[in-house]
């Protein structure tokens, strides 16, 4: 059974960083592109960061040059490295495959805020 268990998130002022970490069983890190996604109250949740099999990387225009994907392979996880963070990124994050290809795991919270 695969899961992907997603950490980092808290409470961080305007400004700050936070790293999220995604661990995901099995091999789908090395198999499939993997995503962060995120999903703001009252809103639908929407893919903000990317890494494709071969370690390109995009973003939504929203985070571009703010966030950071990245993966260790060998470590079955995928990072979300957030700066600069906005108040406007409070959302619950969650990672996945590029296709979401599996049921979305528990989340973490970011809440930005002063």
């Known amino acids: 059974q695969v899961y992907l268990v997603e950490s980092g998130g808290g409470l961080v002022q305007p400004g700050g960083s936070l790293r999220l970490s995604c661990a995901a069983s099995?091999?789908?890190?090395?198999?499939?592109?993997m995503g962060w996604y995120r999903q703001a109250p009252g809103k639908q949740r929407e893919l903000v960061a990317s890494?494709?099999?071969?370690?390109?990387?995009n973003y939504a225009d929203s985070v571009k040059g703010r966030f950071i994907i990245s993966r260790d392979i060998a470590k079955k996880t995928v990072y979300l490295q957030m700066s600069s963070l906005k108040p406007e990124d409070t959302a619950v994050y969650y990672c996945?495959?590029?296709?979401?290809?599996?049921?979305w795991g528990q989340g973490t919270q970011v809440t930005v805020s002063s």
């Open positions: 996945n495959t590029d296709g979401v290809n599996y049921d």
């Open positions: 099995g091999g789908i890190v090395s198999v499939y592109g």
């Open positions: 890494i494709s099999r071969a370690g390109s990387t």
